[in-house]
């Protein structure tokens, strides 16, 4: 479990996180949605002891973020925004190294274990410098596992990657969620949060603006959205509770339109007014 209370992060005039209080429940996949600059890889380092917060408190499993840094790191894997596995090694060097400097038992085990689990296994003897993206991705995941972490980080995990990987790396993401295993992610990425994420909280400019599944966001906003372009080359939205209202909605306009399922980014747009980008 999870608790975050106050957390505040300034550098400087700016506000990176603001007052930030948050609750994760044990195995559960908890997302973190905002656009970029919104806080949330600052929330992240906070909470796994890379950046010190100038307010408030997080506890890991009961353990103070800030006062037993130690034990926090060790029910915890990281994926990081930023890629630093060692390119000039292979896959399965890179593991090794890891397992090292955990001083990790039974390495051969679970090195082949987390490659299988990502499907890197057959390419364990390959150079990193040749993996392309999402392999390079799979592997941080990979990394990540071989300490059996009770908390699992993911910081922007589908960054750059193109649908069909992105649509590979969630699988992944679904089987690391084992053992009563609690992961945390942060995205821009509306369908990431929408399709993992059991709770997830919308972030703008440092402050958490909602906190809730993401069926009970969406229906703050209803269930329809019609989307059609007046005269005056201008995008309408008009917010539906149903699919009977759109249809009524959309007879009534003289030009094409657009009937969708509402989603996270309306919910983000009817509370800032601006989208996730």
């Known amino acids: 479990m999870i608790e975050v209370m106050g957390l505040e992060k300034h550098y400087g005039k700016i506000r990176a996180v603001e007052n ?7 195995g559960s996949v908890f997302g973190l949605l905002g656009p970029n600059g919104a806080g949330k890889t ?6 796994t002891t890379l950046t010190k917060p100038d307010a408030g408190h997080c506890f890991i499993e009961g353990h103070d973020v800030a006062k037993d840094p130690v034990k926090v790191k060790r ?16 896959a399965y060097e890179n593991l090794l190294i890891y397992c090292m400097l ?3 038992s039974d390495r051969e085990t679970k090195i082949r274990s987390c490659l299988q689990l990502v499907d890197l296994w057959d390419r364990r003897d390959s150079v990193v410098m040749r993996f392309s993206g999402g392999m390079q991705r799979r592997l941080l995941i990979a990394r990540s596992l071989l300490t059996e972490p009770s908390v699992l980080f993911l910081d922007e995990p589908s960054i750059g990657l193109d649908p069909q990987i992105r649509r590979q790396m969630w699988d ?7 053992d009563g295993r609690t992961v945390v992610i942060t995205t821009h990425y509306i369908e990431e949060a929408e399709v993992l994420c059991d709770q997830v909280g919308i972030l703008a400019k440092g402050s958490l603006i909602a906190l809730d599944t993401s ?9 329809y959205i019609v989307e059609f372009v007046n005269g005056d080359g201008k995008l309408i939205q008009r917010i539906c509770k149903d699919r009977e209202e759109a249809h009524g909605v ?8 657009t009937i969708r399922k509402s989603n996270l980014e309306d919910v983000f747009i009817k509370l800032t007014g601006e989208r996730i980008e």
């Open 20 to 26: 930030l209080s948050f609750r994760i429940e044990r």
């Open 102 to 104: 955990h001083g990790t």
């Open 75 to 90: 029910l915890m894997g990281v994926v990081p925004q930023e890629n630093n596995l060692d390119r000039e090694l292979t």
């Open 250 to 257: 959309a007879l009534c306009q003289d030009c094409s339109v």
């Open 42 to 47: 600052t929330t992240i380092k906070m909470l």
């Open 172 to 178: 992944i993401i679904r089987k690391t969620r084992i």
């Open 215 to 223: 069926k009970n966001l969406k229906a703050t906003v209803g269930e």
